[in-house]
């Protein structure tokens, strides 16, 4: 009985009648909850939801093969005796915010420096087991990072154009086949890229200005005697 004399609506259960089969442990009611509506699929280049009728595009195959240096005989001359130059050019192209000097500093600092510095290493510390375990140890780590950073270069293509690995992981390609990689894909963007196509004009020349000028004819402008309509010749000429 509560206060007053009025009966309670609540009622209190006893310890043998609280259920005891169904106990709530602890971190049980915090599980998550699935939601069909938040389950979209998302881009994994920016992370966008999706919509259901999305169908990603098909894997195109590249426009020339990994040897085929000989068809751009100029970029296949440049990307063997300055291959920076032509990394650099490449990147230059794929992003459009990066100048081409960036890449080819880069690339000279893993490729053309390593070199330098083993050839300067041979030549003033000499030729011995020791020096020659050196020099062979600093060369493969030189090539094996500029192999992963002209890799990613090559990666990012892939994904802008949906272009299928070839031969095999572009890091892979690029350690073994740097610069048949680079002349490839220097080819790929030269044959891609819009701003390098010629397109076709036509010319097309205006009609020339027509007047229409009332002609001061007195003859003709005489009354018709049939039904006294008057009647005004007009002449078109060209100017």
């Not at 880069?106 to 050196?134: K, M, N, Q, Y």
């Amino acid at each position: 009985m509560a206060e007053g004399g009025i009966q309670s609506r609540y009622v209190k259960l006893t310890k043998d009648q609280a259920p005891l089969d169904e106990e709530i442990r602890p971190g049980e009611l915090n599980q998550p909850i699935q939601v069909p509506q938040l389950a979209v699929r998302k881009c994994n280049e920016c992370g966008q939801p999706l919509p259901e009728s999305f169908e990603p595009p098909g894997v195109e195959p590249w426009t020339t093969g990994i040897f085929g240096c000989a068809e751009d005989t100029e970029s296949c001359w440049t990307g063997l005796f300055c291959p920076c130059v032509l990394f650099g050019r490449n990147v230059e192209s794929l992003r459009e915010d990066t100048p081409w000097t960036t890449p080819c500093i880069c690339h000279a600092i893993c490729v053309e420096g390593g070199i330098a510095l083993a050839t300067a290493t041979a030549i003033f510390h000499g030729v011995d087991p020791r020096t020659s375990f050196l020099i062979c140890e600093g060369l493969l780590f030189a090539w094996w990072m500029c192999g992963i950073y002209t890799g990613l270069a090559r990666q990012s293509l892939q994904k802008k154009y949906h272009l299928k690995n070839s031969p095999c992981d572009p890091c892979m390609v690029h350690c073994c086949m740097h610069w048949c990689a680079l002349c490839q894909e220097h080819r790929e963007m030269q044959g891609r890229l819009s701003d390098n196509v010629v397109m076709p004009m036509t010319v097309v020349n205006p009609p020339p200005i027509q007047e229409m000028n009332a002609s001061g004819d007195n003859q003709n402008s005489a009354p018709s005697s049939t039904n006294n309509v008057e009647h005004t010749n007009l002449e078109m000429q060209a100017l």
